[in-house]
């Protein structure tokens, strides 16, 4: 693959940008929201000059609700020669492809398994795929050279390639990704008017069961949506797990010595069942565990400091892979951590320093806090 557009320049969009771009494809990009296309150009994740002709592929990273129309109007542009999304969902995109007139053929569903509860080209990293699978769902529309395209898209980003229906494919979601994420966000509601006292003892623990309640409601609802049925079906297999566990519970200081025996032994199963489901979720394969440094750099709060900041580095030809901002409140400047991969942190130092970006003297492995 030589070319290729990305529509919608968020989380997913521009990470695959980035991989895209780091493996010498030459990638446009194109937004809804200007800024989103800029900040991810910024990020070095390609250009927003439109190409001259046809690309090779065109990567959908919008909302499902938006596929079928998006892919509708590039391939009435003729944007490229084939097409992909990356939707959490699949049955609807590609029902929605068929009824805004889209050519079946030439389009191939995609969804590869990564992503984080942040939105926006700000939180994108080109390794977010890496050794992550990524279901790819040809129709027997699909022609034989999309498919070629699709897998070649997936390999370029390290990702592994899974061939799925749409009906299976959300299905397996619906338990793996969109009830998780309710249940998620149902454990975390639970803080919303809990005493501050209560929630400063919390730990690890409750930072990992609700880490993806922060995703983006617009896009989530627009997600459950499309695979309301068989998230349902999971949560029913849930209720009813939820409605013998508060019995039990329930039952275990008052009873009787053997109602409470019998309620302690249904609890450690309920516990032991957890222990057996948790030993089934893959582990996250790595090629190779990459090793970021985060450069700590003041930045004045001026409109552009930001994309100065990104365009600086990327003349050093070297990827930003994360970047977090604190800002200060009542002050003329913020800190902003670069992740850079380690061996090229002293290019990077050396160009910031040359064209005048203060930065704090020790750079910090990510995880020294
Ligand atoms: N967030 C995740 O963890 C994750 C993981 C895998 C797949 N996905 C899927 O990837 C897609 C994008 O999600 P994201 O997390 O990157 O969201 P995001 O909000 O970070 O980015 C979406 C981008 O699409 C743009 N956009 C919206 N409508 C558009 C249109 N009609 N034309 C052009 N641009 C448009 C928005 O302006 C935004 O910049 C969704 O379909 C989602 O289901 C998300
Ligand atoms: O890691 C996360 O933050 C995610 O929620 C990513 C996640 C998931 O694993 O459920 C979320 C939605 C996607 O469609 C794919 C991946």
Redesign the pocket.
Known sequence: MRTAVVVGTGLIGTSIALALSRRGVLVYLDDADTTAARTAEALGAGSLEMPAGQVDLAVLAVPPASIGTVLARCQRDGLAHTYTDVA?VKVRPHEEVRAAGGDPSRYIGG???????RSGPLAARADLFEGRPWVLTPSPLTDRSALNRGLELVSLCGGVPVLMDTDAHDRA?AL???A??LVASMMAARLEHAEAEHIRVSGQGLRDVT??AA?EPALWSD?LTANADAVADVLDGFAKDLERLIAVLRALPGAESEARRAAAADLQELLRRGNRGHARVPHKQRSQPAEYVAIPVAVPDQPGALARLFSTVGEAGVNIEDVRIEHSLDQPSGLVELLVESTSVAGVRRVLDANGWTMREKPLLVGEG
Do not use: D, Q
């Open positions: 959490s969804h590869p398994l990564a992503g984080a509860e979601v793996t990704s969109h998780p994420h880490r993806i995703g997600i």
